[in-house]
């Protein structure tokens, strides 16, 4: 989006990319818009991104907002094209894929690959298919080629993203799954070091995919599973597809393929009618999941969801779900941490003195240029993130990631 404002010659122009997932990501962005124009009131402000979408009549009504892009025409250069020309279209008519950003972005470490957009389906709780519309896979081949002019280019770690990631390719001709299109991008770009998906929903994932965990080393060890709930009866509440068994079976099978791999999950705490034994259930999921890396969203109602008509959890009771929640995976994320403490390993380095381990662990290593990649020892941890012994830090040749390559400090 910049680059296309830029191209137009918009270079006095601040672009909010708004989220819509919960009430108060929307609350943030407006107050956002307002705190922008009081900093900066010469400069024209852009509003796109799902809360923009889904209410664009609200930010267009903002006298702070210049122009409001739909979801749909936020990629497209002729969008940034006029100030005041303000253009949202019908979304859940969307035919168009995601455009390949195969350029990279500029100051990332790791370059984000949006090969699906959109969901088909319908999670009681959410609007995010009101943002985003059906879902839509961006051909296997284009993707392969921009994973490979990405790794050529030197981006280490390739993210593949996408709204409901495991409904990769079942719009596209010949119905090519996420497993299938990750053997495609590590086969075509040989010197991508880390392939790595963002949130995945565990029950969709297909047999390739397992696999693909199991047998290729540069798929990273690391999953974001989008949970919501340890309980059954919340999640078909919540119409998840997934049922509390099937998340653990999942975590263990994945597990033995995989010793190393980490679990992340995105869990909700209070969903309307949630009691407190069920409450329990998700908490102790945690345990059973064996979940290292713990985003806890406090229930929110969306208005026209079927959710918010619900009877809802006192506000108070959410909270303190929340806040159990949130204890338990920092403890969970603790025991995480102390297990790394000696053992040397592979890290891509970041801006601001940190790096990410293959299980998207973070490491304080340090003063160190961002994009490398290294092997440090880890001395210890501060609660939240691990901490290299070494201050110097020898670089690797590229390519090392998954090799047993010895260590070089100097302390
Ligand atoms: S899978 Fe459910 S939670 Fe995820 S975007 Fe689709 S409707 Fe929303």
Request: one cysteine or more.
């Amino acid at each position: 989006m910049r680059r296309a404002a830029l191209a137009q010659g918009r270079s006095n122009l601040v672009i909010i990319n708004s989220c819509a997932v919960t009430a108060e990501a929307a609350r943030q962005a407006r107050q956002a818009i307002r705190r922008i124009k009081r900093e900066r009131p010469g400069a024209e402000i852009a509003v796109t991104g799902c809360a923009a979408q889904i209410d664009s009549a609200r930010f267009a009504a903002m006298p702070e907002v210049s122009q409001v892009i739909g979801n749909a025409e936020k990629t497209s250069p002729e969008s940034w094209a006029d100030l005041g020309r303000s253009s949202v279209s019908e979304i859940m008519t969307a035919k168009t894929a995601p455009h390949v950003l195969s350029e990279g972005v500029e100051d990332h470490t790791r370059a984000f690959l949006a090969v699906q957009t959109g969901c088909d389906h319908r999670c009681t709780f959410c609007v995010i298919p009101f943002g985003r519309g059906p879902s839509r896979s961006v051909p296997m081949e284009d993707i392969a080629s921009a994973a490979r002019r990405l790794a050529d280019k030197g981006f280490c770690e390739i993210v593949l993203t996408g709204v409901d990631l495991t409904s990769y390719g079942t719009d596209l001709c010949g119905a090519p799954s996420l497993g299938q299109l990750v053997i495609s991008i590590l086969r075509a770009a040989p010197k991508l070091e880390r392939l790595r998906l963002s949130s995945i929903d565990c029950i969709e994932a297909d047999a390739d995919l397992i696999d693909a965990f199991a047998h290729e080393p540069r798929l990273m060890p690391h999953l974001h599973l989008s949970l919501q709930s340890g309980d059954d009866m919340i999640l078909k509440r919540m119409k998840r597809r997934h049922s509390r068994a099937d998340a653990v079976r999942f975590c263990s099978e994945l597990r033995q393929l995989r010793p190393q791999i980490v679990f992340g999950a995105d869990v909700i705490a209070g969903f309307p009618t949630e009691t407190d034994a069920m409450f329990e259930n998700t908490l102790q999921l945690i345990a059973d999941c064996d979940l290292t890396h713990l985003h806890v969203f406090p229930f929110s109602a969306r208005p026209g969801t079927p959710a918010a008509k619900m009877p809802p959890v006192a506000g108070e009771v959410i909270k303190a779900r929340a806040k159990r929640l949130r204890e338990a995976g920092d403890a969970a994320l603790g025991v995480h941490l102390a297990l790394q403490t000696g053992k040397t390993l592979p890290v891509l380095s970041e801006r601001g003195g940190t790096g990410r381990t293959e299980d998207f662990t973070r490491v304080k290593i340090g003063d160190f240029p961002p994009s490398q990649m290294i092997n440090v020892v880890i001395a210890g941890n501060d609660g939240k993130m691990l901490e290299a012994r070494s201050l110097a830090l020898d670089l690797l040749e590229p390519a090392r990631n998954h090799g047993a390559q010895a260590l070089v400090c100097n302390t």
